[in-house]
Structures are given as structure tokens and as C-alpha cells.
């Protein structure tokens, strides 16, 4: 079964753009998180989506956005780069469902984002 | 307030030795608690969880894990280190909302 896979794997945006990010969940899983990575501020929780629905979100700026599809992959938008937004971006699926006991998460691999 | 401390940021270990790598966490009832392995460039791989029952947890790779919950702890251990073991570890917390927290790593090194 594959894992879960995020697009593109490196990006370079300059300051003041907008960029998309993309996440397809391991097949049959219907959780979706994103999670920021940098070096100063270690890994940070984004948004979970489950079934189309943002189920929670962490404390970022609405610059920060996502949405799921029906088919369970994920996107996530960042408008008006700054250069702090620097960072590798990471996706996690889950099988069960939130708030169940064995709820696991299963990481892709990221997406660096440089903004210059 | 929840969290998870993980006390050291770099730890060297010789091909062949005992591995314990620390995590603390600060929660107000029954944890979940995980531990995750990255290697440079990469995500995250989930080497070991605790939801309930036995202490002593085993994972993949050779891990294992021990529940404390009179010492707040989850120490991560290997009795015999691989040079491929050596990449950044994280602990993590699943809070009361289901997000995981983490902890700030422990990058850990493996001498030949």
C-alpha cells in the first residue's frame, strides 16, 4: 500500500506570493493533519481535516488555509509568503477516526518551501 | 499545560552500545504517547506507541519504549545501536483535541 505523498517535494517562492501545497492520504485513510517544521520553532500543529471538514487548527495565521476533497487528499494554502514561512511542511493520515482510542498518524515525507 | 520535554538535544553513541533517549510530558490524565524517527530530508516514521495496558511497549527497528507514569516519563531504548539508527528522534503527546505535540528532538549520532 503506498504511503502518504505530498507535491511537490521542494518549492522556492519569493515574498509576497501565494503557494499550494498538496497531500493524497494512504488509501482508506480519511484524517488529514499538516504540520509546520523549522529549525527554530520545531514541529507545529496546522489543521486536521476528516471528511471534508476542518476538525481542528493549531495557531497560525488565516494566511494559513486548507480544505479536503472527497476523495481524502488535502491542500494547503499560504497567501503572502513571508520569509518565516520558510519550512518543511508536513502531512500525516489517519485510518480511524479522531477521538478514537487507537488514533495514529502516518507522515509523508514533506514539502520544502524556501521563500526568498 | 500540555507538553513534552525531551531533555537532550544531541546524544553520541557508539556503534554496538545501549541507546536510552529521555521524554518527559506534563498532561492531565492517561497519555497517548508516541515516538517518531526522522532521517535527514525526510518525514517522520512512527517507531512506537502507547495508548494503554502493557508499560514496556516494543516498536520497529529494535525499540522499545517504558511508560512511567509516577516519573511523567517515556524513554525510548535499544540495547544494541546500528550506524543506520543515527537520524533526529521525536516524542509526541496526542493533546485532548487529538493534535499531536512534540517534543524538540534528540539527534542522535553513531560513532563507527
Known amino acids: 500500500k503506498a504511503g502518504v505523498t505530498q507535491t511537490p517535494r521542494y518549492l522556492i517562492k519569493t515574498r509576497g506570493q501565494q503557494v499550494t501545497l498538496s497531500c493524497s492520504p494512504i488509501s482508506g485513510h480519511r484524517s488529514v493533519s499538516w504540520y509546520q517544521q523549522t529549525p527554530g520553532q520545531g514541529l507545529q500543529f496546522l489543521f486536521e481535516y476528516f471528511s471534508e471538514t476542518q476538525r481542528n487548527k493549531g495557531n497560525f495565521p488565516g494566511r494559513f488555509s486548507g480544505r479536503q476533497f472527497s476523495n481524502s487528499r488535502s491542500e494547503m494554502n499560504v497567501s503572502t509568503l513571508e520569509l518565516g514561512d520558510s519550512a518543511l511542511y508536513l502531512c500525516?493520515?489517519?485510518?480511524?477516526?479522531?477521538?478514537?482510542?487507537?488514533?495514529?498518524?502516518?507522515f509523508g515525507p514533506g514539502t520544502r518551501l524556501t521563500v526568498t | 499545560a500540555q507538553s513534552v520535554t525531551q531533555p537532550d538535544i544531541h546524544i553520541t553513541v557508539s556503534e554496538g552500545a545501549s541507546l536510552e533517549l529521555r521524554c518527559n510530558y506534563s498532561y492531565g490524565a492517561t497519555p497517548y504517547l508516541f515516538w517518531y524517527v526522522q532521517s535527514p530530508g525526510q518525514g517522520l516514521q512512527l517507531l512506537l506507541k502507547y495508548f494503554s495496558g502493557d508499560t514496556l511497549v516494543q516498536g520497529i527497528k529494535g525499540f522499545e519504549a517504558e511508560f512511567k507514569r509516577s516519573q511523567s516519563s517515556f524513554n525510548l531504548r535499544k540495547p544494541s545501536v546500528h550506524w543506520s539508527d543515527a537520524a533526529e528522534y521525536f516524542c509526541a503527546l496526542r493533546d485532548n483535541t487529538d493534535k499531536l505535540i512534540f517534543g524538540t528532538g534528540t539527534r542522535l549520532q553513531v560513532f563507527p
Open positions: 500525516a493520515s489517519s485510518l480511524t477516526l479522531p477521538g478514537q482510542g487507537e488514533y495514529e498518524q502516518y
